[in-house]
Nanobody
Framework: QVQLVESGGGLVQAGGSLRLSCTAS????????MAWFRQAPGKERESVAT????????YYADSVKGRFTISRDNAKNTVYLQMNSLNAEDTAVYYC???????????????????WGQGTQVTVSS
């Protein structure tokens, strides 16, 4: 099992930027695929971005392509989500997630996840 702790959420104006971080415990991080999901009130949890174990493959939901960037630093056991050009539709609780499989060729779905973080709130004011 791996524990995931997110940080970096908050309140931002439309058009602004935020960077989320997720730090993992355990050596398994460097061999896990990582992902960010989000869940808005009254909606299902949705995939945002996925990155493979080495950072050579990344995948994004259509709604965030060109605005969000997922990256990782295995030396720091940390995965990031840089969010630019934020709008009100990006308001949600953002969750970090791990899948204990090194390689991935698709955007991970909630049912693919092995371990979840506790979530961090992102609110975009218009």
């Amino acid at each position: 099992q791996v524990q995931l702790v997110e940080s970096g959420g908050g309140l931002v104006q439309a058009g602004g930027s935020l960077r989320l971080s997720c730090t993992a415990s355990g050596r398994i991080f460097s061999s896990a695929s990582m992902a960010w999901f989000r869940q808005a009130p009254g909606k299902e949890r949705e995939s945002v971005a996925t990155i493979n174990w080495i950072g050579s493959r990344t995948y994004y939901a259509d709604s965030v392509k060109g605005r969000f960037t997922i990256s990782r630093d295995n030396a720091k056991n940390t995965v990031y989500l840089q969010m630019n050009s934020l709008n009100a539709e990006d308001t949600a609780v953002y969750y970090c997630a791990a899948r204990f499989v090194s390689e991935t060729y698709v955007l991970l779905r909630p049912r693919d996840v092995s371990s979840w973080g506790q979530g961090t709130q992102v609110t975009v004011s218009s």
